[in-house]
T-cell receptor, first 114, second 111 residues
Framework: DTGVSQDPRHKITKRGQNVTFRCDPISEHNRLYWYRQTLGQGPEFLTYFQNEAQLEKSRLLSDRFSAERPKGSFSTLEIQRTEQGDSAMYLC????????????FGQGTRLTVV | TQLLEQSPQFLSIQEGENLTVYCNSSSVFSSLQWYRQEPGEGPVLLVTVVTGGEVKKLKRLTFQFGDARKDSSLHITAAQPGDTGLYLCAGDSNSGYALNFGKGTSLLVTP
């Protein structure tokens, strides 16, 4: 296991279409996070899982966004009825629950909504 | 959400110069992480600081955690073009679950 992997790396979609991204965390990590990053900004927290339970969702996460982690391993992030404002880098990170909770990131999925 | 302010926002220096970037907050963090991010890639963890006053060194990079655990600094000695990137600090949120990030310092080191 070489780290967190995300698929696809790039996605171009038309406005109104649905998209789904996948994240495979580091295998022994029980925590998984989704972040969104736009140009010139730091990553913004979207949602967090501990094992299969979704424990926290940001107010940034509108009803069009849904995330799952059905077996406590990989996770998917779906965006329905995409809007141009959804264009961003979507980052996944994982960590092993500890006092320092160091998060390791994947390379991200770059979404462009046209 | 605990706000992390990073300064400066942009920094352009020549190879061989020294620099310091800062990460400040009005809140206390149990730990704070520094990441470096290159364009089109995810952030890469550099270091975690936990104890107030702690100093950690990673080759030419020196990280310090403030005594009150509200702020941190990153000092780079003799910067090289390979140090170019976005430097992000991150700390635990009020809920204790997710990391909150600053906006980052974009560093450009020219030969």
């Amino acid at each position: 296991d070489t780290g967190v992997s995300q698929d696809p790396r790039h996605k171009i979609t038309k406005r109104g279409q649905n998209v789904t991204f996948r994240c495979d965390p580091i295998s022994e990590h029980n925590r998984l996070y989704w972040y969104r990053q736009t140009l010139g900004q730091g990553p913004e927290f979207l949602t967090y899982f501990q094992n299969e339970a979704q424990l926290e969702k940001s107010r940034l996460l509108s009803d069009r966004f849904s995330a799952e982690r059905p077996k406590g391993s990989f996770s998917t992030l779906e965006i329905q009825r995409t809007e141009q404002g959804d264009s961003a880098m979507y980052l996944c990170a994982s960590s092993l629950a500890s006092t320092t909770d160091e998060a390791f990131f994947g390379q991200g999925t770059r979404l462009t909504v046209v | 959400t605990q706000l992390l302010e990073q300064s400066p926002q942009f920094l352009s220096i020549q190879e061989g110069e020294n620099l310091t970037v800062y990460c400040n907050s009005s809140s206390v963090f149990s730990s704070l992480q520094w990441y470096r991010q290159e364009p089109g890639e995810g952030p890469v963890l550099l270091v975690t600081v936990v104890t107030g006053g702690e100093v950690k060194k990673l080759k030419r990079l020196t990280f310090q955690f403030g005594d009150a655990r509200k702020d941190s600094s990153l000092h780079i000695t003799a910067a090289q073009p390979g140090d170019t990137g976005l430097y992000l600090c991150a700390g635990d949120s009020n809920s204790g679950y997710a990391l909150n990030f600053g906006k980052g310092t974009s560093l450009l080191v020219t030969p």
